[in-house]
């Protein structure tokens, strides 16, 4: 992963994130990375899952920058356990295996982050930025890992402005964004947003992102 510069103008309130990675160069570079931007703090590092774990209980951090892949226990494992305990935590997973079995297990369980190791660190500060805002974001080079043979049925129950708002959501986008890029309001985004929710079957609009992009109605 190299860095391409300093990313946006950070926000008011830091974005205190935790990062676990078993590689200790890559924890390393990150770590000193989010050290030197001044919309981030770094509350801890560890290079296993159990220790991880003991970071987010201590310091109960905004996210947990994972590694999809560690000694014990991995990133996919950690995030189901803080969704059984209902954790405001959100994790974001950090991988250099871009394997659609593992991506799909994750969205499963409430990930709402992923990046390849090897993006440019930029891309890593825009990914945490969105998730820290309440979105979600997936590399764009996973997307097509991701796609899948969609469902006719879903397909047809979706409308396009349904699957227009979604697609915006997956790209990070909060409902005032999409509003303009649609030139629709916001409620009518959150209206959309309720009626897809609704069709899925899905209970939190991530959910709903996940189960568009798991089938292929969204890109």
Same mark, same amino acid.
């Given at each position: 992963m190299t860095?391409?510069?300093?990313?946006?103008?950070?926000?008011?309130?830091?974005i205190r994130c935790i990062v676990a990675d078993d590689h200790p160069a890559?924890?390393?570079?990150?770590?000193?990375?989010?050290?030197?931007?001044?919309?981030?703090?770094?509350?801890?590092?560890?290079?296993?899952?159990?220790?991880?774990?003991?970071?987010?209980?201590?310091?109960e951090p905004q996210i947990a920058l994972l590694d999809i892949r560690m000694p014990g226990i991995g990133g996919i494992d950690i995030a189901a356990k803080l969704a059984a305990m209902s954790s405001p935590v959100s994790v974001v997973l950090f991988t250099a295996y871009p394997e659609r079995a593992l991506l799909l297990?994750?969205?499963?369980?409430g990930v709402r982050g992923?990046?390849? @190791?090897?993006?440019?660190?930029d891309e890593l500060l825009r990914a945490l930025r969105i998730v820290a805002g309440?979105?979600?974001?997936?590399?764009?080079?996973?997307?097509?890992?991701?796609?899948?043979?969609?469902?006719?049925?879903?397909?047809?129950?979706?409308? @396009?402005?349904?699957?227009?708002?979604l697609r915006l959501l997956s790209e990070g986008m909060r409902d005032e964004q999409a509003g303009r890029t649609l030139s629709?309001?916001?409620?009518?985004?959150?209206?959309?947003?309720?009626?897809?929710m609704s069709k899925l079957k899905c209970d939190t609009r991530t959910?709903?992102?996940?189960?568009?992009?798991?089938?292929?109605?969204?890109?």
């Open positions: 860095a391409a510069g300093n990313g946006s103008a950070a926000a008011s309130t830091p890559i924890l390393d570079a990150v770590c000193r990375f989010l050290e030197s931007e001044s919309g981030f703090e770094l509350a801890g590092r560890a290079n296993d899952g159990e220790g991880a774990l003991r970071l987010i209980d201590e310091h297990a994750a969205l499963d369980v992923f990046i390849l @190791k090897e993006a440019p660190l309440g979105g979600s974001y997936i590399d764009p080079s996973l997307a097509g890992v991701l796609a899948g043979p969609a469902t006719n049925e879903r397909m047809l129950t979706l409308t @396009k402005r349904e699957r227009d708002v629709i309001s916001p409620l009518t985004v959150r209206t959309h947003v309720q009626h897809a959910q709903a992102v996940a189960v568009a992009l798991r089938e292929s109605l969204i890109d």
